[in-house]
């Protein structure tokens, strides 16, 4: 197995098999190249097991990636970045060990946002980030379709009993979504031809067949129209 193919199998969504191949080839080579598919992949695998309430493991592998940035190549502090988040996910759980689990919002935020980055990548998108702060500003997801950069918002809901999730991209929304697109065009200088797109997730939180509605190319200047977008189903 070599990195690049660790790489493909992180594109494909299929992170545990990419998880164990970079663990061994990491023991015998901790190349920054290496060092950097290592940080990335625990990092996927991290979120996953706080998705799954695995949080002594979560931990064990935020000490381990710890132990990793050192090692690990990063000229424009993304890596980081992704560190610091992983810290922030499981601070945010250390903080309601008080209670049983996490919020249901938390939770369902996870689960969707995991669901729409699976999605994508099953449609063929290549994601780029994930979670990018720009001050009290984020961008749930940062892929590529093509040569387009693809900005997605992700909206979570059990239900549509207070209307549809795409409802909530509302003015305010978007005005933080414009400052946040423009400020991470600007600090990566993009040249790519660049879209927002909202995804949408309606079920129970581990329903094996919720309702996922992809809106491509959303006008992030205006409000939604009623019935002008197409429901995927996934």
Request: hydrophobic share 35%; glycine share 6%.
């Amino acid at each position: 197995m070599t990195v690049k193919e660790v790489f493909d199998l992180r594109t494909q969504g299929r992170i545990e098999e990419a998880y164990d191949a970079i663990r061994s080839l990491y023991a015998v080579d901790k190349r920054p190249y290496t060092s950097l598919a290592m940080f990335l992949t625990a990092a996927d695998i991290l979120r996953k097991r706080v998705v799954e309430g695995q949080y002594q493991e979560a931990e064990r592998i935020l000490k381990a990636l710890e132990r990793i940035l050192p090692q690990v190549p990063d000229k424009e502090g993304w890596v980081k970045s992704n560190f610091e988040r992983c810290c922030a996910l499981l601070n945010r759980h250390e903080q309601s060990l008080h209670q049983e689990k996490l919020s249901e919002h938390l939770q369902m935020g996870i689960w969707g946002e995991e669901l729409a980055a699976s999605y994508l990548r099953q449609k063929g998108f290549v994601i780029l980030g994930r979670d990018w702060h720009s001050v009290h500003r984020d961008i749930d997801i940062i892929a590529q379709d093509g040569d387009t950069i693809v900005f997605v918002e992700v909206k979570t809901r059990r239900n549509r009993d207070f209307g549809d999730p795409v409802q909530a991209v509302d003015a305010e929304k978007r005005y933080h979504l414009r400052k946040a697109i423009n400020h991470y065009i600007k600090y990566h200088k993009i040249d790519n031809p660049y879209r927002f797109d909202v995804i949408t997730i309606v079920g129970a939180m581990g329903s094996e067949m919720p309702d996922i509605t992809h809106i491509e190319d959303f006008n992030i200047m205006e409000s939604p129209s009623q019935g002008w977008y197409k429901k995927k189903r996934y």
